[in-house]
């Protein structure tokens, strides 16, 4: 059983990680749609710390030694795929900003060619 | 034939007028356009200076997207064939002829200046050994055999253009020949010489070279299984 203490330690520290994501969508340095990923993670903690049996009953129906087992492993792999989407999201990206950027280059090249009178 | 000329040049003020100079005087019915690519010297001075034909990015962007520019301006001004050309003076414009002639005569995708061809110069050292491996690869995932796949200098047909201009992922690279004569054609060998540098830095130094060759082998093997 989860000590008292550490239940405790998780919510506050999931009210922390809600407080600062929530700072950052104030200040607009994150979009509201990035945002809600790290909210319903928060929360997710949230029901943990409150509920530890969740874990625990999961973890042992699943076959895991123990509960931390289990919620290391589905950290580790919710966080994967997030990096992961994450690099395809910069790989649309550096398009997008090449694609703006040739556009421009040879937007440029076409208002040389018209006016014949450039100084 | 209308066939351009696409020099991408990033931070080559050194070298870049001599060579257009004469790849102009060399082959006067060939167009030329260069791509700055957004380089933190003079390179954009030289062009003005000059009166070349040359588009500017704004940023750095990297070699296949500064080749896409001009792809894109060779699809928009209706080009038979794109060159791929060095701004560092290892091409020797005299090919471009060679290269047009065999595009047309053989019906390929793209033509090759290739240095290892008729078998006189051998590749050597770490980039030589690079090069056999991918020559290898090539080979065994497409059947095409390619004795020069790293050579910088290469020619598009028409189909090639439109492919380069509106792909989301297709790499002025090694790599890119592999799937070239796997999906999209024939790929024909010309032989040639290239110089050494006229200055500036190469990008290939040796710590580069392994780094550059494991990509490549790699790109090669994925793309057989997931392009």
Redesign the interface.
């Known amino acids: 059983m989860l000590p008292v203490y550490l239940r405790v330690l998780l919510v506050l520290g999931a009210l922390f990680a809600l407080v600062v994501v929530g700072r950052q969508v104030k200040k607009e340095k994150i979009l509201v749609e990035d945002a809600v990923f790290w909210v319903v993670l928060a929360a997710i903690f949230v029901i943990l710390a409150v509920f530890p049996d969740l874990a625990i009953v999961l973890a042992h129906n699943l076959g895991f030694m123990s509960a931390s087992n289990f919620v290391y492993l589905a950290i580790i792999v919710l966080l994967l795929w997030k990096v992961f989407t994450n690099s395809g999201e910069i790989s649309r990206l550096k ?1 997008k ?2 694609e703006l ?2 556009e ?3 937007a ?2 076409d208002e040389k060619e018209k006016p014949e009178d450039d100084r | 034939m209308k066939i351009l000329a696409v020099v991408p040049a990033y931070n080559e003020e050194e070298c870049l007028e001599g060579t257009v100079s004469s790849l102009q005087n060399t082959c006067p019915e060939v167009d030329c356009l260069i ?1 700055n690519d ?1 380089s933190k010297d003079s390179t954009w001075d030289v062009v003005r200076r000059n009166g070349f034909n ?6 750095n ?2 070699l296949t ?1 500064a080749f ?2 001009g792809m ?2 060779a699809l ?1 001004h209706d080009y038979d064939a794109v060159v791929q050309f060095d701004a560092d003076g290892q091409h020797l414009p005299a090919y471009i002829p060679v290269m047009a002639h065999e595009l047309e005569e053989q019906g390929a995708a793209m033509v090759i200046a290739s240095r290892y061809l008729d078998g006189t110069v051998k590749p050597s050292g770490a980039r030589g050994a690079g090069s056999r491996l991918i020559t290898f690869l090539i080979k065994l995932t497409t059947g095409a055999k390619i004795t020069d796949p790293t050579s910088g200098m290469r020619m598009y047909n028409r189909e090639m253009i439109r492919l380069f201009s509106t792909a ?1 992922d297709l790499a002025p690279e090694p790599d890119m020949v592999a799937l070239v004569a796997r999906r999209y054609g024939k790929v024909v060998e010309i032989q040639a010489t290239m110089q050494e540098r006229q200055g500036g830095e190469s990008y290939l130094k040796l710590g580069n070279v392994i780094k550059y060759m494991s990509r490549t082998c790699l790109s090669i093997l994925m793309s057989r299984f997931l392009r």
């Open positions: 398009t900003v090449n950027a040739q421009i280059a040879l440029h090249m | 791509v957004g040359g588009a500017c990015l704004p940023i962007t990297g997207s896409k520019t894109k301006y928009r989301f």
